[in-house]
């Protein structure tokens, strides 16, 4: 298995999140050109937060569900309400990948069922939120960056507690779960620069169970 050839840097984050310094690096150009493709099918879009707030991340999906937000609230819909179609398949390069980071950091078998695209240009950023939409928070998250780097928001469970700050770069992949899966994260608004493969943006891949 390609897992088993990779023998780059791993960080322990804190309990239960694994840092896997590229990981992505080798499937990125690949990683990238499936996104294209999701992203023909399903447009990135930004969405409303329920408070009214238009997100300055653009986001799809693909997989069985999609993660959205309006004016009624925050759901994972197996239909993108832009066009009432299903989302886009998952690529199997795509949940090979998340399910291979999983095994790495101790979750086995992890099955995602959405695969999350947010997409950065610079001064975009992500405020500090947790992740509570899933069915079942014993089921990690999969994170992989590509292109521009960015300053990772870490905080604690509460709202409050104060954030670290981890910059994550083109190619790496964190697995969040445990007792860090409900812990607040955010993104610092991205700098400007140039990526050789994504150009002004970087885009994260969240992989998820949502039910
Ligand atoms: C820690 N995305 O889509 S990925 C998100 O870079 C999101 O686009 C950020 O937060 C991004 O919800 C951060 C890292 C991440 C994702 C989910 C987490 C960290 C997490 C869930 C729980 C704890
Ligand atoms: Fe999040």
């Known amino acids: 298995m390609m897992n088993d050839l990779f023998a780059g840097p791993t960080e322990p984050l804190g309990d239960g999140a694994l840092l896997l ?3 992505a690096d080798a499937p990125a150009a690949d990683l990238f050109a499936a996104v294209e ?3 023909a099918a399903a447009p990135f879009r930004h969405l409303v937060t329920p408070g009214g707030f238009r997100m300055s991340v653009a986001m799809t999906n693909c997989g069985a569900y999609g993660w959205v937000s309006d004016r009624k609230g925050y759901r994972y819909d197996p239909l993108d309400p832009e066009s009432g179609r299903p989302w886009p398949d998952m690529p199997p390069l795509f949940a090979g990948l998340a399910a291979r980071a999983a095994e790495r950091a101790g979750y086995g078998n992890f099955a995602s069922d959405v695969c999350l695209v947010n997409c950065y240009t610079p001064g975009t950023r992500l405020t500090l939120h ?3 939409d ?3 928070f014993a ?3 999969v994170s992989i960056s590509l292109g521009l780097p960015a300053t990772f928001l870490w905080g604690g469970l509460q709202r409050s507690d104060r954030a670290r700050r981890l910059p994550l770069f083109h190619g790496d992949v964190v697995v969040w779960g445990g007792p860090s899966r409900l812990r607040f ?3 610092a608004p991205l700098k400007e620069g140039s ?4 150009g002004e ?3 994260n891949l969240t992989f998820r169970r949502a039910r």
């Open 185 to 187: 994260h955010g993104i």
């Open 195 to 198: 990526h050789p493969l994504t």
């Open 134 to 136: 899933e069915g079942d």
């Open 139 to 141: 089921q990690p998250i």
């Open 130 to 132: 947790q992740d509570r």
């Open 21 to 23: 310094r590229g990981f």
């Open 201 to 203: 943006r970087r885009l």
């Open 37 to 39: 493709r999701i992203a």
